[in-house]
């Protein structure tokens, strides 16, 4: 079974659910890819020893950053029902400066992935490849007029790369993270080698191509942090996919809701998407995976009940 | 036959994970895109339109649940082979469970057959054994009789023929010598023999070995009186002591319980020896007369006048009677 993690920032706390449910049902991960938070998701889980473990790592890191960005100030998660009211868009923007004061902070992003992930354990653990858009500007300091090219090119065809963790060394493992995320303007490029890196988000916020193409995986769990994306597996014929998909919003309407979606890491809020990502992945991966092993049930009995009858015949003579 | 079913089981569908992991994935991902357009706000469904997205998603869903009919329709198919296998070996074993069933009641006939002959063999096997134990008696009692008769016959012989050559009761008179040879034939297996069998022949051989005898006609040529026989063989033993060893040889003197029943003749003999054997002043003139006298008022009527033929018969048959009395007051006894 592969795993692959769509990007989304704060929503990211999702899928820890997800994983945290595929751990207590025994699944067997072989191959993760994963996209902006994906990839930080996914560069832990695979660090780990097992899936139970990675639940635990990614449950603690995720708490970690929750406590580091602080309460958030009104009762309970927002809405995401609904657009924001103003008064309710006030107090997002303010949390949302105080939240980013802290996660787009110099250095935070680079502490969380050093801290986070371990490179030895990544090296010899499950296969990981992360998606970043290389970018075509050569200029440290990214520009409008550098961005409006690069959606130009991803527009045009241009496709993300996908970045095989295990192979790197420990800086560039940590860079192709951090490019992973590098969400323009919020978050620099990243280099890796000679070339630069932004967010993959830009053309691939679900790389299940990384594992079409490199893993060896039979079937295939996408975890997206959206609900009616424009997604289809058709694009990848040769897997076989089931979606988790949010059956709640994880963020408010619009495209203000939006953003702050990206950036709220408020601890309610990250348990309240860690929840969330438990149910819908008991909702929606519950009945195939019982249907599987009923279905493998069901063909053993039928050879049982061949062999029984088989019994039965008098010998040949 | 067996091939039948796994014919059928390779034709069944291979409904692998990926048929089911479809008909999961294309219902959830349709309900997703279908809750977004419900709950999308106009402005958005404005914004949608104006971009195409509405009309992708449309098409999407549309798509995600045609492979969702196209995946049911390979689940379904699988499930009716693979019930069609099911029925397949329902059937079966059906028909296995009926020729077990006939086989069952087969052997359950067999089972009350055997029953009924094991009984009626029994039965016979019964009345054979009691046949043959019936038959073992026979023979066993038929090799005791035979054995009985042929000692019978074997010990008259040697008696007689011993008495005949003069080895057996020697010196003793003649009419003493009859008795005591009488009782030893009555007393013995040929006595035993008569008794078992009924046939009292060997009384008439006996009478005839002994008339047969030179000494018969020599002891008593003609008719002569019991008590001047008695009184004369009486005369010819030498002493007192051996007149009375004879009378104890004829049981005289015994415990009446121990002795043989005297019969008339036998008890003159008997009286006429203890007679004679009295002090002189006790002693009678004539011992024999006194002796018949005597029995004559114990016994009836005793005839005094004989010949040897009659005399040796009655002589022969008092000892025979008197020792199947004997035998008869023992086996009484010893029923008791």
Redesign the interface.
């Known amino acids: 079974m592969g795993l692959v993690l769509a990007g989304g920032g704060a929503k990211g706390a999702y899928q820890v659910g997800v994983i945290e449910y595929l751990a207590s049902a025994g699944v067997d991960i072989r191959a993760i890819a994963g996209t902006s938070i994906g990839a930080l998701n996914g560069a832990v889980l695979a660090s780990a020893a097992s899936l139970p473990e990675g639940a635990e790592l990614l449950t603690a890191v995720w708490e970690r950053v929750g406590d580091l960005t602080g309460p958030n100030p009104v009762d309970g998660p927002p809405a995401f ?1 609904r ?1 924001l009211t103003g008064s309710e868009f006030d107090e997002r923007v303010e949390q949302v400066r105080r939240f980013g004061s802290h996660v787009l902070a110099p250095g935070f992003m680079e502490e969380l992935v050093q801290t986070s992930i371990n490179p030895n354990r990544l090296r010899s653990g499950i296969p990981i490849w992360v998606s970043a858009f290389p970018s075509a500007l050569l200029d440290a300091a990214p520009t409008p007029v550098g961005l409006f090219i690069d959606v130009i090119r991803a527009k045009l065809g241009e496709p993300a790369r996908w970045i095989h963790l295990n192979s790197l060394p420990t800086d560039e493992m940590y860079e192709a993270v951090l490019a992973s995320a590098a969400l323009p303007f919020v978050l620099p490029p990243r280099h890796i080698g000679s070339e630069r890196f932004l967010d993959g988000g830009f053309v691939d916020n679900a790389p299940a191509g990384a594992l079409a193409a490199y893993a060896d995986c ?2 295939v769990i996408v975890v997206h942090l959206q ?4 997604w ?3 694009r990848h014929p040769e897997l ?4 988790i ?1 949010p ?1 709640q ?1 994880l963020a408010s ?2 495209m203000l809701g939006h953003m702050i979606g990206l950036l709220d890491f408020s601890p309610d809020r990250l348990a309240a998407l860690k929840q969330q990502g438990l149910e819908d992945a008991a909702k ?1 991966l519950g ?2 995976l019982a ?2 092993d009923s ?1 493998t049930q ?1 063909h053993n009995t ?2 049982d ?2 062999n029984a ?2 019994d ?2 008098p010998p040949s003579t | 036959m067996t091939d039948e079913l796994r014919a059928l089981l390779r034709d069944i569908p291979v409904v692998d994970d990926r048929i089911l992991l479809e008909l999961a994935n294309t219902l959830s991902v349709a309900e997703d895109l279908t809750r977004y357009r419900r709950e999308q706000t106009v402005f958005g469904r404005i914004i949608d339109s104006l971009t195409g997205k509405e009309r992708a998603r449309e098409l999407l869903t549309t798509q995600h649940l045609v492979r969702n009919g196209q995946a049911l329709v390979s689940w379904v198919a699988a499930t009716s082979k693979g019930s069609e296998l099911t029925n397949l070996a329902v059937a079966r074993v059906a028909r296995h469970l009926k020729a077990t069933q006939h086989r069952l009641v087969a052997a359950e006939e067999l089972g009350l057959r055997t029953t009924s002959e094991l009984e009626e063999l029994g039965q016979l096997v019964t009345e054979i054994r009691r046949e043959c134990d019936t038959r073992l008696t026979e023979l066993e009692q038929w090799r005791i009789n035979t054995t009985l008769r042929v000692t019978a016959g074997e010990m008259f012989d040697f008696a007689v023929d011993r008495w005949s050559a003069e080895r057996s009761y020697t010196h003793l008179p003649w009419a003493f010598q009859t008795v005591l040879l009488a009782r030893e034939i009555a007393t013995g297996p040929c006595g035993d023999w008569a008794q078992i069998s009924g046939d009292d022949s060997y009384q008439g051989r006996l009478v005839n070995r002994i008339m047969m005898d030179p000494r018969t006609k020599e002891a008593a040529p003609r008719s002569f009186t019991l008590p001047s026989l008695v009184e004369a063989s009486t005369d010819m033993l030498p002493s007192d002591d051996e007149r009375l060893m004879m009378a104890e040889l004829i049981d005289t003197g015994l415990d009446p319980a121990l002795a043989m029943p005297n019969q008339p003749l036998t008890a003159v003999v008997a009286i006429t020896l203890e007679m004679s054997t009295l002090p002189a002043p006790a002693r009678p003139q004539h011992p024999a007369e006194t002796a018949l006298a005597l029995t004559r008022r114990r016994h009836g009527s005793v005839d005094g006048t004989t010949d040897a033929i009659s005399f040796v018969q009655r002589i022969v048959a008092e000892q025979a009677n008197a020792a199947r009395s004997t035998r008869d007051a023992i086996r009484i006894d010893d029923g008791k």
Do not use: W
Request: proline share 9%; net charge negative; charged share 30%.
């Open positions: 029902d657009e039979d079937h609900q009616g994306l424009l289809d597996t058709e076989s996919v089931i979606e998909r059956t919003p309407r619009g929606i009945p195939p249907m599987i279905a069901l039928r050879l009940m061949i009858v088989e039965l015949d």
